[in-house]
C-alpha cells in the first residue's frame, strides 16, 4: 500500500451493453470474487457483515472483473477496498479515497486494514471534494458504497462543496465505456437534499438525475439489497433496520 496524491494515466476501452430498468441477474462469474470473501485473511468483522452487503452479488452486478483498476469513492473504513483489493489481484489495483472528516474517524480501524502493506495493490487518496484530481480514463470502475448521500451532509468538517464538480471529476476519471456503481439508504421518493443530513438517506431519483446530467448513462438497476419493509422515513442506524435498510443500487455506464 502507498499513499499518493496523484495517477498515472492508463488507457482502456470497455464494450457498452443494453440498460435495464432492474436485474437481480448475475451477468458475470463471481467466482474470482467468492475466493476473495473466503480469504482466511480478511477480519472476522468483514466476514461478518458480508450476509447483509452481499458483496459478491452486488460486485457482480457491477460487472467487476479481474485486473480491473477501481476507484472506491468516501472508502470508510475499507470494508468494500479490501474485497476489491483481494478480487482485482495482482494485475489489479484499487484507490480508496477518503477526506479529513473520514480520517478522523476511522483512524484506528484505517491502520489495521493497511499496516504492514497488508493490501499491497491499494493506493490511499485522501482528498477533500472540491481539491479531488483524477487523471483522465484511468478506472475500469468507480463504487459510491452507502457515501453519495456524504455530499450532502454539512458539519463543521465537511462544508458545503459543488456536487456537479466533483461528479464531473469522476467523469473525467472514469474510462470510455467504463462503470460507476452506486449503493445507497434509499429516501422517500420526493425527498429534498436535505434529508440526507437527517436521516443520511438520499432520493434515487436524485442520484440518476445528477450523475446523468454530467454525462454517465443509467444502465441497469438492481434489488439485490430491497427491503420492502424499511419505511425510508426513519434515519439507517434506527435499530429497527440498521444494517437492513432499503438500499438501491444503479450502475452508470460512460459512454
Known amino acids: 500500500m502507498k499513499k499518493i496524491s496523484g495517477f498515472l494515466a492508463v488507457g482502456g476501452l470497455a464494450l457498452c451493453v443494453g440498460f435495464s430498468n432492474a436485474s437481480s441477474l448475475l451477468a458475470f462469474d463471481a467466482g474470482f470474487i467468492e475466493e476473495a470473501l473466503s480469504s482466511p485473511d480478511r477480519k472476522r468483522a468483514d466476514k461478518n457483515r458480508d450476509p447483509l452487503r452481499k458483496p459478491a452479488e452486488v460486485l457482480d452486478f457491477m460487472g467487476l472483473k479481474e485486473g480491473d483498476t477501481v476507484l472506491d469513492i468516501f472508502s470508510g473504513g475499507g470494508y468494500y477496498t479490501e474485497i476489491l483489493s483481494r478480487s482485482v489481484g495482482k494485475t489489479g489495483q484499487v484507490t480508496a ?52 448521500h456524504d455530499f450532502y451532509i454539512r458539519t463543521e468538517d465537511w462544508p458545503e462543496f459543488d456536487v456537479n464538480k466533483m461528479l464531473q471529476e469522476i467523469f473525467k476519471g472514469v474510462k470510455s465505456g467504463g462503470v460507476v456503481g452506486v449503493i445507497d439508504h434509499a429516501a422517500l421518493p420526493g425527498s429534498e437534499h436535505s434529508i440526507a443530513q437527517k436521516l443520511h438517506r438520499i432520493d434515487p431519483a436524485i442520484v440518476e438525475a445528477e450523475m446523468t446530467a454530467v454525462g454517465f448513462i443509467l444502465e441497469a438497476q438492481s434489488d439485490i439489497l430491497a427491503n420492502a419493509n424499511d419505511p425510508h422515513d426513519i434515519p439507517m442506524w434506527d435499530p429497527s433496520v440498521r444494517g437492513r435498510t432499503d438500499r438501491f443500487i444503479m450502475r452508470f455506464r460512460k459512454p
Not at 491502520?111 to 475500469?140: C, F, M, Q, S, T
Open 97 to 148: 479515497h477518503n477526506n479529513q472528516a473520514y480520517l478522523s474517524i476511522l483512524s484506528y480501524d484505517l491502520e489495521e486494514r493497511y499496516k504492514g502493506n497488508r493490501l499491497g495493490n491499494v493506493e490511499l487518496l485522501e482528498a477533500e471534494p472540491p481539491e479531488l484530481r483524477l487523471v483522465e480514463n484511468r478506472y475500469d470502475l468507480a463504487i459510491m458504497a452507502l457515501a453519495y
